[in-house]
C-alpha cells in the first residue's frame, strides 16, 4: 500500500527517485493498461491487481499473491497440456472426493457448497478459473461437434461437475451464432435490481419483441480492440483471456445515423454468473472505437438555399449496449445473472450499461437426440 501511495505522488513537482513497484514486475505496465481518463488510487489500484489475479487464477491465496506482484508472468500454461480422456478421470475422481495424480492441481478445484442450515457441505468441481478453462479447452484444441457434445453429456452426468459443461457449450454456441442463417434467434427480457452490481432475473412473462440476427458472419479472434476493424458482418472472439464478461460480440453500424448496437454475448451454463468488472472497461473500449468510427459525419450533398448552401445539423456518434447470456435450451428456469461491482461507475463519457437478454440454444434435436 504504501508502495502504491508513493507511486502516486500528490506533489508531482518532487517525483521519486526511485520505482517503488520496481520489484513487482508488470504490475505498473498493468496498472496503465488499464488506467483511463483518471489515475487511480492506492486501493483502487490494488482492487484492479486483486480482481486481476483472481480473475486469471481462481481463488488460491499462493496464485492470487504471486499474480498481484508479478502478473504477467505468473502463469500454468506448460501444465494445461491434457487429454479428454485424462480429464474425464480428474473428473470423475474430484466428483466422489478423490484425488487423481494425472491432473495438476493447477487446472482443477473443488469448491464448497452449502445446501442449508444443519446440512453437510456438498463440493463441486470447477476449473481454477474461466482464463484457466478456456487455457486447457485451446490445449485441448478445436473439437467437432459431436466431440463438445460428449463433453457435456458426461459432465452432466456429474451434480458436482455440471458447471464444466458450460465451457465445453463455448465453441458450439460461436458456431451457432455465427454460421447459422433462418429466423431470427429469440430473446427473454432479463430484470434487474438497480444496484451497482445488479442481479438480472430472467422474466419469461415479458415478451421480447427484439430478436437476434441469424445470419451467417465472417469471425475473428482478436488480441486488441485497437488493432481490429469493426464491421456489420463480423462474429468477434477474443483470442486473449484478458476479455472478462465478454465471449463474444457484434456489432450494427448505422453510419448515417451516426449510431451502434454493441452486442456483447456471455456463454453459460451455470445458474449464476458473474465475471470481473475489468470487462466493462473493455465494453468502453469497444464503444470508443465504434465512436470513433462514426465520428466523421458522413458526405452529404449541398443544398442551395436562397443562393447560400446548408447542410444538416451534426449528430453525436452514440452506441447503445445489449447484453445477451447464450445458455441451453432449458437452462434458463430460475437463472440469474450478477454483474461485477462497478456497473453505475466510469459511465459519463461511455456508458457501458444497457438491456439484459437470454437466448436459449437447443443441444437436442425433436428426437431427443444430440444435436452436437
Excluded at 164 to 187: C, D, I, K, T, V
Aim: hydrophobic content about 40%; proline content about 7%.
Amino acid at each position: 500500500m504504501d508502495a502504491l501511495r508513493k507511486t502516486y505522488p500528490q506533489d508531482e513537482t518532487n517525483p521519486l527517485e526511485t520505482d517503488p513497484l520496481e520489484p513487482f514486475p508488470g504490475v505498473r505496465a498493468f496498472l496503465n493498461d488499464l488506467q483511463e481518463d483518471i489515475a487511480p488510487s492506492a486501493e483502487e489500484a490494488l482492487d484492479y491487481l486483486l480482481e486481476a489475479a483472481i480473475d486469471r487464477f481462481g481463488y488460491s491465496p499462493r496464485d492470487v499473491f504471486t499474480a498481484v506482484f508479478d502478473f504477467p508472468s505468473t502463469t500454468h500454461q506448460q501444465t494445461f497440456r491434457i487429454s479428454f480422456a485424462e480429464l474425464e478421470v480428474a473428473v470423475s475422481a474430484l466428483a466422489i472426493g478423490r484425488v487423481t495424480p494425472q491432473l495438476s492441481h493447477e487446472i482443477l478445484a473443488l469448491s464448497p457448497v452449502y445446501p442449508g442450515l444443519y446440512l453437510n457441505v456438498e463440493w463441486k468441481v470447477e476449473f481454477k478459473s474461466d482464463w484457466v478453462a478456456k487455457c486447457v479447452l485451446e490445449a485441448l484444441g478445436e473439437a467437432e461437434d459431436h466431440e463438445v457434445g460428449r463433453q457435456i453429456s458426461f459432465f452432466k452426468r456429474f451434480p458436482e461437475a455440471k458447471g464444466l459443461a458450460r465451457y465445453f457449450l463455448e465453441p458450439f454456441a460461436h458456431r451457432e451464432l455465427s454460421q447459422m442463417e433462418g429466423q431470427p434467434w429469440p430473446l427473454f427480457n432479463m430484470a434487474s435490481d438497480e444496484l451497482d452490481s445488479p442481479r438480472f432475473v430472467i422474466d419469461k412473462e415479458v415478451h421480447v419483441g427484439l430478436r437476434y440476427a441469424k445470419v451467417k458472419r465472417n469471425v475473428i479472434k482478436f488480441e486488441s480492440i485497437a488493432d481490429t476493424s469493426l464491421d456489420n458482418s463480423t462474429y468477434y472472439i477474443p483470442d486473449s483471456p484478458t476479455f472478462p464478461l465478454l465471449d463474444a460480440f457484434t456489432v450494427e453500424l448505422h453510419p448515417s445515423k451516426r449510431s451502434a448496437v454493441l452486442w456483447v454475448i456471455q456463454i453459460t451454463t451455470s445458474r449464476s454468473h458473474g465475471g470481473s468488472a475489468l470487462g466493462y472497461q473493455k465494453v468502453r473500449s469497444i464503444m470508443t472505437k465504434l465512436k470513433e468510427m462514426l465520428g466523421k459525419p458522413p458526405t452529404k450533398r449541398k443544398r442551395t438555399v436562397n443562393a447560400q448552401t446548408a447542410s444538416e445539423p451534426s449528430v453525436e456518434p452514440s452506441v447503445e449496449v445489449r447484453y445477451v447470456l447464450v445458455v441451453s435450451k432449458g437452462e434458463s428456469n430460475n437463472l440469474e445473472w450478477r454483474f461485477p461491482k462497478g456497473w453505475n461507475k466510469n459511465v459519463a463519457r461511455d456508458d457501458h450499461r444497457g438491456d439484459v437478454y437470454c437466448l436459449e440454444i437447443p443441444l437436442v434435436d425433436q428426437k431427443g437426440s444430440l444435436r452436437i
